[in-house]
């Protein structure tokens, strides 16, 4: 067949204006059966509606894919397909290559469609890492992969991932009299660690529900922007975190507030912060963590001392990762040393401030400073403005 005219263009989907300016259209109906206040189910409407009827939608084993698909019914009005647990990047990698190569050979219509992939925290920043990553180094394909993190592997019953918050009860870490915290490790930075390692990939976002205009333009400009793209989306999820489900929208917000989450972008390496994180950023002050925790069951057996912990370790995120709270930012130091030739060692030895490291500019891990050499360095739009 002749070659025809091809291109890879995205469509530009302008942000919507405010809740009034909200298309009308649902592309994830009735039919699906989540639990009752599931902010995922939410996160799948609004993701949806954000793209609009030119979309195709993946979706790796878990809530999202059984809940939804249950025997004769589904909410999706898009053409959607199940792929396994941590295949997430390969099948928006596959999916969007197989759409270009039958445009470029003129055996489909030439058009701009959106491909999302969606994978829970167990699918996506445990087993699915690796395709995820593999999938942000090819800027050639256009694709948003979007990770719903319920801080579980909800869907079997509630076991621990690398996204579930330090101390909390699950079926995999249950507190008892001899051990009251069996889970003890502080929780992946995932959108960090995805800007951080993928120079191709132009955006990384993060979202939260309960913000559902700012959620859906983030979604609406990783799809204009193109190329491979990733968001990060924390879902309350009122049975695994143990909460009456009218809750859910509140916890969302508090996760905000409190700086354990923060809401931001980072669109070709500037960083910027939205809404009650960047009110924080500029000087309000956090509300304190308990407000959060105590409003769930998993973190009802936290004595005084676990709650003050928890709020130490939040309280070093903000304190010396580079994301969250955007300190520790010293321009001149950096400016000299990423346009110095000189070598990793010695700009480790001659640096006083942040050391940019070979494309790495984000700080990943709580507690490695600059001094320690670590990774570093988005500059927030401000601070664009003023160099
Ligand atoms: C390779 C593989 N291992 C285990 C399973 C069983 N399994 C199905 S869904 C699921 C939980 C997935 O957790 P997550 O990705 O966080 O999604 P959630 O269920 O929380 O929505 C597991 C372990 C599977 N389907 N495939
Ligand atoms: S277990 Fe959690 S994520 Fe799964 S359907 Fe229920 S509320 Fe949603
Ligand atoms: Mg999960």
């Known amino acids: 067949m002749a070659e025809t005219t091809f291109s890879n263009a995205t469509h530009i989907l302008e942000p919507f204006r405010g809740i009034k300016k909200v298309t009308l259209e649902e592309y994830f109906t009735s039919g699906h059966r989540t ?151 502080w929780k992946k930075n995932m ?50 975190w143990d909460y009456d489900p009218m809750l859910s929208h509140e916890l969302g917000e508090l996760a905000i507030e409190t700086g354990l989450f923060p809401l931001y972008e980072i669109e070709d390496g500037v960083l910027k912060f939205y809404g009650k994180t960047k009110a924080i950023v500029d000087g309000r002050a956090r509300k304190p963590v308990r407000e959060y925790l105590l409003k769930q069951g998993r973190f009802a057996h936290f004595t005084e001392e676990d709650l003050a912990h928890f709020q130490a370790k939040v309280d070093e995120m903000w304190d010396k990762w580079e994301i969250p709270g955007g300190a520790r930012r010293e321009v001149t130091a950096r400016r000299s040393v990423s346009a110095s030739p000189v070598s990793l060692g010695a700009r480790r030895k001659t640096a006083s401030g942040p050391v940019l490291l070979c494309g790495c500019r984000v700080a990943l891990h709580p507690g490695r400073t600059a001094r320690g050499g670590a990774a570093l360095g988005w500059l927030t739009t401000s601070e664009r403005r003023r160099r």
């Open 35 to 185: 639990c009752q206040g599931c902010e995922s189910a939410l996160v799948m409407k609004l993701m949806v509606k954000a793209a609009g009827p030119r979309t195709i939608v993946l979706g790796s084993t878990g809530c999202m894919y059984v809940a939804n698909t249950t025997y004769y019914t589904t909410p999706w009005v898009v053409p959607w397909m199940h792929t396994q647990l941590g295949s997430s990047g390969s099948a928006a990698l596959g999916t969007a290559a197989g759409l270009k190569a039958l445009m470029r050979k003129g055996k489909m219509k030439s058009e701009p469609i959106n491909v999302i992939a969606f994978c829970g925290d167990g699918g996506g920043a445990d087993m699915g890492v690796g395709a995820i990553s593999a999938t942000l180094t090819h800027k050639e394909y256009n694709s948003l992969i979007l990770l719903y993190d319920n801080e579980s592997y909800a869907n079997t019953d509630i076991q621990l991932s690398g996204m579930t918050p330090y101390g909390a009860n699950t079926t995999f870490s249950p507190p008892g009299r001899v051990k009251r915290l069996i889970h003890t490790r």
């Open 191 to 240: 959108a960090g660690m995805m800007a951080a390692g993928h120079p191709e990939c132009r955006y990384v976002a993060t979202v939260c529900a309960s913000y559902a205009v700012e959620m859906m333009n983030k979604v609406r400009r990783s799809l204009t922007i193109g190329g491979p793209t990733f968001i990060h989306s924390l879902d309350p999820c009122p049975k695994g």
